[in-house]
């Protein structure tokens, strides 16, 4: 991956574009478990060789990286996360 995309971190990123998604929950029950996009990141992954990379946790390695903004509309943190995302 290095070799190809100079770091782990450009690699995942441009499957994003680059610009994290924000997304609007109102509910807990509404925060989806896995992504279509991190089932594509998950594939190309064990494509490379990489284990245990599941859709699931990757879209946890996607909300902790900030790549997903995954807070409900009226957590405290919710604003904080959008003005870091900029």
């Known amino acids: 991956i290095e070799e190809e995309h100079r770091s782990f971190s450009t690699y995942m990123w441009r499957f994003i574009n680059y610009t994290p ?18 089932m594509t990141i998950s594939s190309d992954l064990v494509r490379r060789g990489f284990r ?3 859709p699931t946790i990757i879209h946890t390695f996607m909300q902790a990286a ?3 903004i995954d807070h409900l509309v009226d ?10 995302a900029e």
């Open 66 to 68: 900030g790549m997903t």
């Open 21 to 38: 998604i924000i997304n609007t929950y109102k509910y807990p029950r509404n925060i989806p478990l896995k992504t279509s996009k991190a």
């Open 75 to 84: 957590c405290f943190r919710y604003e904080e996360c959008l003005k870091i």
């Open 52 to 54: 245990f990379v599941g």
